[in-house]
């Protein structure tokens, strides 16, 4: 599992690599989770570093949200398993977790990739491909956050973890407004119509359903709570 780091990153052999890899996740259900972990964290590596799209993270956040179900009892999540290696067994915490710790390095890159972007360049072409990257990249994490807010997560690390997430989701799209209204300020650039589109899906996409999110997440901690003090009564009694 760990070959792939000795391969230089331009090599043809690495590109295999990260193509076996991808069509095992995709087609295979392996049932020893110490594997599918190695499997699916060198995937997420490879991924990373060979493919500017983030497609993966979001096919992967439906999988997750199609295993454990949705936030509200009364919908349905109607899908089709993209990575059949992502099963009941190990969506949580395995999957879950790794998936949230690689979102989060996808939010630091794009967080560098705004502030290289903010500063003074010669370089318009180079510029101009990185911001059409940071436009669709914006979107697809517009996605992917669509499915995670939306999914049905027990209490525990994970939870925990994605309100965490989300603040930085909203930190990253405020520093991308900054940069755009700097664009306009300056005369440098326009506001493009794919980021405009960002800002549309994000109220339609995520706003209402961050709502249903967060209050999804104060049920699980109330009920934790009630539970917690119900144990604690028991045991005085016991003592008693």
């Known amino acids: ?28 259900q392996i049932s020893d989770n110490f594997v599918s972990n190695r499997l699916l964290d060198n995937l997420f590596t490879l991924h990373l570093q060979l493919k500017p799209g983030l497609s993966m993270f979001r096919k992967i956040a439906e999988d997750i949200h199609l295993i ?9 999540v109607d ?21 949230l710790s690689n979102l989060e390095k996808v939010l630091d890159e794009t967080d560098w990739l705004i502030t290289t972007l903010s500063r003074p360049s010669t370089n318009d072409e180079s510029n101009q491909k990185a911001y059409e990257m940071l ?14 807010i939306q999914t049905s997560f027990p209490l525990g690390t994970t939870s925990d973890n994605l ?4 603040t930085k989701l909203y930190n990253t799209f405020i520093k ?19 980021f405009e589109k960002v800002i549309s899906y994000t109220g ?11 209050s999804h997440y104060q049920s699980l901690e109330s ?12 045991k005085g009694k016991e003592k008693d």
């Open 1 to 28: 599992y760990v070959l792939h780091s000795w391969l230089p990153i331009e090599s043809t052999q690495i590109t295999e690599v990260y193509d076996w890899l991808h069509k095992l996740c995709s087609q295979q």
């Open 68 to 76: 454990l179900g949705d936030v509200d009892n009364e919908t349905e």
């Open 79 to 99: 899908d089709e398993l993209h990575y059949r290696i992502v099963n009941s067994r190990n969506v949580t915490p395995m999957v879950s977790t790794l998936f």
């Open 135 to 148: 436009s669709q990249r914006l979107l697809t994490l517009v996605a992917t956050f669509h499915h995670i």
């Open 163 to 166: 309100p965490k997430l989300c």
């Open 176 to 194: 991308a407004v900054k940069y755009h209204i700097q664009l306009y300020q300056t005369g440098s650039g326009e506001i493009s119509e794919k």
């Open 204 to 214: 339609t996409h995520l706003e209402q359903q961050m709502y249903t999110f967060i």
């Open 223 to 234: 009920e934790n709570g009630s539970f917690q003090k119900g144990k604690e009564k028991d």
